[in-house]
T-cell receptor, first 119, second 115 residues
Framework: GAVVSQHPSRVICKSGTSVKIECRSL??????MFWYRQFPKKSLMLMAT?????????EQGVEKDKFLINHASLTLSTLTVTSAHPEDSSFYIC???????????????FGDGTRLSIL | AQTVTQSQPEMSVQEAETVTLSCTYD???????LFWYKQPPSRQMILVIR??????QNATENRFSVNFQKAAKSFSLKISDSQLGDTAMYFC????????????FGKGTRLSVIA
């Protein structure tokens, strides 16, 4: 079945570092991918919609200069947390839907998430 | 805009018993999909069950079934014969049928299955 691979699964780095997270659709083409953020014991909050070949659409309150999204191919979207600070520590998870192979009623396929810790 | 409400932050159930998790939603859409996702401590998002709004028949998947009341905008999840492995966060989610749209999640219900 459709699989979404997210890498890395865990990142620990110093404040001020930029961190890139990759989200790949392994056996289908995803023109759209979604990036969510999840705080401990909370729900998933949509950050942005990543569109292949065009600019991402950010949700209200999400800083586009802080969270850079690039969707350069039909199978890869990246989220870069620029100049990360401790308040950026969170669980980030991506998702995509297979619009061709899965059909219009198929759910989102999720990556396994990235646990980001900024010291 | 769509909203999803899960009014039970935490629930517990004895092993082998049945438990029902509540979910209500609000939308002006006539066609949409509803989902229940399970998130164990590993934080993987696992699809439990899905329901197409145009279908009146309630979806079932082995021990998991839903009670979908479209007029009431209610979508509860029933877990029968609860197992220790069912311990997890459960999220109710909504998705429009039109376009490639994201999921809208409820706040989740933390379910603990007790031996």
């Amino acid at each position: 079945g459709a699989v979404v691979s997210q890498h890395p699964s865990r990142v620990i780095c110093k404040s001020g570092t930029s961190v890139k997270i990759e989200c790949r659709s392994l056996d289908f083409q995803a023109t759209t991918m979604f990036w969510y953020r999840q705080f401990p014991k909370k729900s998933l909050m949509l950050m942005a919609t990543s569109n292949e070949g065009s600019k991402a659409t950010y949700e209200q309150g999400v800083e586009k200069d802080k969270f850079l999204i690039n969707h350069a191919s039909l199978t890869l979207s990246t989220l870069t947390v620029t100049s990360a600070h401790p308040e950026d520590s969170s669980f980030y998870i991506c998702s995509a839907r297979d619009p061709v192979g899965g059909g219009h009623n198929q759910p989102q396929h999720f990556g396994d998430g990235t646990r980001l810790s900024i010291l | 805009a769509q909203t999803v409400t899960q009014s039970q932050p935490e629930m517990s159930v004895q092993e082998a018993e049945t438990v029902t998790l509540s979910c209500t939603y609000d939308t002006s859409e006539s066609n949409y999909y509803l989902f229940w996702y399970k998130q164990p401590p590993s934080r993987q998002m696992i699809l439990v069950i899905r329901q197409e709004a145009y279908k009146q028949q309630n979806a079932t998947e082995n021990r998991f079934s839903v009670n979908f009341q479209k007029a009431a905008k209610s979508f509860s999840l029933k877990i029968s014969d609860s197992q220790l492995g069912d311990t997890a966060m459960y999220f109710c989610a909504f998705m429009k049928t039109s376009g490639n749209t994201p999921l809208v999640f409820g706040k989740g219900t933390r379910l603990s299955v007790i031996a």
